[in-house]
């Protein structure tokens, strides 16, 4: 079966295109480093020629909210539209755990008009929604920075995940029947935020002091105490735990 990956050369896209050609299956990693822009259409057709299902796990270059409005409305629109000229019978997205609870997060608000737009395209559709992955703890501290040198983070509950496990929860999903719905993944363990982040800090040798601060916001938002984690009993949870991946492929290997 021929699957195109659009952005299958980033962190999650060249997992998936690792695992779906492992599992004899046609994988296309599209992206601008491949000749495909999702933006301005240009080798998306091409790209789309033959393909039985599509899965999009590109990112937004930029993450200012306009701009991020803009590359995944836009980006989404051109991948449906070809979609529909090509036949392609099955759209799978990557979305966010917790999405629709932060409407006033730039992000966010990008991902859920993206998902808007999957659910009215008509295509059949598969959305499966991530928590935060273990690899994005150091470039979360950095955001979180202070002035005085601290990070400053929400002591919020949080349960983060391996991308090696998202893209086996996304590739085990574009394998399979559209659901016309929504998955939730997420990581086996709960910690508070600012505790994650401090083992994180101290994995990779970085001496700065992690702050409990309720009011720190998490890319401009306030969090609440279950902001990012799904409902009980309501997630897939992956096999990976925080020290595993430390001790395997993480900044402590």
């Known amino acids: 079966m021929k699957i195109v990956v659009i952005g299958g050369t980033g962190l999650i896209g060249s997992k998936v295109v690792r695992r779906l ?26 790209a789309l020629e033959g393909a039985s299902v599509v899965v999009d796990v590109s990112n937004s270059p930029s993450f200012e909210a306009a701009a991020v409005l803009e590359f995944f409305e836009t980006s989404t629109r051109n991948i449906l539209d070809a979609e529909a000229a090509a036949g392609v019978g ?24 993206q998902e808007d737009l999957i659910k009215g395209s008509g295509i059949p559709y598969s959305i499966v929604q991530a928590t935060q992955f273990f690899e994005f703890g150091k470039g979360i501290a950095d955001t979180a920075a202070a002035s005085d040198g601290t990070v400053r983070m929400p002591s919020v509950l949080f349960q983060p995940m391996a991308a090696e496990d998202v893209a086996e929860a996304v590739c085990g999903v574009a394998v399979g029947a559209p659901l016309n719905g929504t998955l939730e993944v997420a990581g086996p363990e709960r910690f508070r935020f600012d505790e994650f982040i401090r083992e994180v800090l101290n994995a990779n ?15 401009g938002s306030e969090l609440r105490e279950r902001s990012l984690i799904p409902d009980d009993g309501a997630a897939t949870l992956t096999t ?4 595993d991946w430390l001790r395997g492929s993480g900044p402590g290997a």
């Open 90 to 113: 099955h759209h799978v997205a990557l979305s966010i755990v917790g999405v629709r609870r932060l409407p006033d997060n730039g992000y966010f608000r990008a991902k859920i008009a």
């Open 240 to 243: 990976t735990r925080f020290e």
């Open 205 to 219: 040798g970085d001496p700065r002091e992690v702050v409990a601060d309720p009011h720190a916001p998490y890319f």
């Open 21 to 46: 050609t492992g599992r004899g299956h046609e994988a296309v990693a599209a992206s601008p480093r491949t000749g495909v822009d999702t933006l301005t259409g240009k080798g998306l057709a091409k």
